[in-house]
Structures are given as structure tokens and as C-alpha cells.
């Protein structure tokens, strides 16, 4: 099983729509989790951290974790072409501490 | 403040050659990270440097590669005799390392292996 797993996509969203990412995660102790955003050619930037269970409103982004099904998603509202991208889920590791990427979700917003 | 800065940008060797990258962490951050990514392919991580510990190592990929950390600081990302498989971004990201501290990349360096 890998650490970090998502859907490789593409996922496609109509404009102004909800847009919907998934990660699952092996260690059961994790701590701490990362949404980061990674334009192509760029490198990724951070949108939104999580750390307790429930949801986490930051604009039109809201990140959900549930720490006992080992799943945190990332929900787009709103959709822009803009937010065209891959998204990449991270996962801190509870021991060290290191930090885990899965594979990343392409997303394309349809104008 | 300044970023995380990665030297060169670009970077084209021809096969068999040695090739150094640089990454300069953002000051203070003694967590330190090397990741690999191959066009249209995710982050695959290659070696994580926390403070005075030892380096974990797992995610390199082969004896040609290694990487030091000088003063916790500056950190150099060795391959030696290149091969073509290696032409990728790699990417260096710095954090804090406080419990949930997020990473901070730099901008990565392009290899081509020719």
C-alpha cells in the first residue's frame, strides 16, 4: 500500500462548479496534512494545511480530514480555469516528521 | 525574505558526467528536502536532512547519488556518472520542521542528461 494515494485524474469540472480532491493515507498516526497547488513547469506552493479532524475554510477552499478513515480531501468551490492544475496531497509522517507527497490529481476547469 | 534558492536553473551534461545542484534554504528552516520529478510525474523524494540528525537516505535512487548539508545550512545534491533516466526537476524545499510546518520550494533545477 502507498503512504500517500490519490487519483491521478484528469478530473474534469465545469466552470463555477465544485471540484472535488481525495487522499488517503497509510500511517495511521499522521499528524499533519497539506494541500499544495503545482502549476505546470512551476513548483508547488502551499493552499491549505489541516492538522484536526473536521473542515478548514480558507476562501473558496475547504480541506476536510477524518483521521479515522485515513482520508483528507480538498474541495474547490466556485472552479476557475485558474485553479487548472495538479494538486498534490502531503502527509507528515508522526515520528520524524517527514513529509510525504502522493502522485497529485490534475484537475482542468471547463470554461 | 528571500525564498529557497536552487543553482543552476537548467542544467545539460552529457552522459557519464558528474553534475552538482545547490540548494540555499530560507534562514532559520532546519528541515531540508530533495525531491525528483519527472515530466508529468509526481514528487518522488529522494532525501530529507532535519537538523543535526542523521540524513534519511531511503529515497535515493542509486549509489550515484548523494547528498551533504554543510553547517545545516547549503546543501549539494551530487550525481555522479549521469545517465539519461536522471534528467528531471529536482526540487529542494526547506521547512521550519516544527510539528506541521509546511514545505517551501525553491524553484527547482532542470537536468538534461544528453
Redesign the interface.
Known amino acids: 500500500q502507498k503512504e500517500v494515494e490519490q487519483n491521478s485524474g484528469p478530473l474534469s469540472v465545469p466552470e463555477g462548479a465544485i471540484a472535488s480532491l481525495n487522499c488517503t493515507y497509510s500511517d495511521r498516526v499522521s ?2 496534512f ?1 494541500w ?1 497547488r503545482q502549476y505546470s513547469g512551476k ?4 493552499i491549505m ?1 489541516i ?1 484536526s479532524n473536521g473542515d478548514k475554510e480558507d476562501g473558496r477552499f475547504t480541506a476536510q480530514l477524518n483521521k479515522a478513515s485515513q482520508y483528507v480531501s480538498l474541495l474547490i468551490r466556485d472552479s476557475q480555469p485558474s485553479d487548472s492544475a495538479t494538486y ?1 496531497c ?1 502527509v ?1 509522517k508522526n515520528r ?9 490529481t490534475r484537475l482542468h476547469i471547463l470554461p | 525574505g528571500a525564498g529557497v534558492s536552487q543553482s543552476p536553473s537548467n542544467k545539460v551534461t552529457e552522459k557519464g558526467k558528474d553534475v552538482e545542484l545547490r540548494c540555499d534554504p530560507i534562514s532559520g528552516h532546519t ?1 531540508l ?1 530533495w ?1 525528483r520529478q519527472s515530466l508529468g ?3 518522488e ?1 529522494l532525501i ?1 536532512f ?1 537538523g543535526n540528525s542523521a540524513p ?1 537516505k531511503s529515497g535515493l535512487p542509486s549509489d550515484r547519488f548523494s547528498a551533504e548539508r554543510t553547517g545545516g545550512s547549503v546543501s549539494t545534491l551530487t550525481i555522479q556518472r549521469t545517465q539519461q533516466e536522471d534528467s528531471a526537476v529536482y ?1 529542494c524545499a526547506s ?1 521550519l ?1 516544527v ?2 510546518s ?7 533545477t532542470r537536468l538534461t542528461v544528453t
Not at chain 1, 513548483?43 to 502551499?46: D, I, K, V
Not at chain 2, 509546511?102 to 527547482?108: I, R, S, T
Open positions: 499528524q499533519s497539506f499544495y513548483s508547488p506552493e502551499l494545511s492538522y498534490l502531503a507528515a520524524d516528521d517527514k513529509i510525504i507527497f502522493g502522485k497529485g | 528541515a528536502y525531491y510525474q509526481g514528487l523524494f530529507y532535519q534519511d526540487l521547512s520542521a510539528r506541521g509546511p514545505l517551501h520550494f525553491g524553484n527547482g
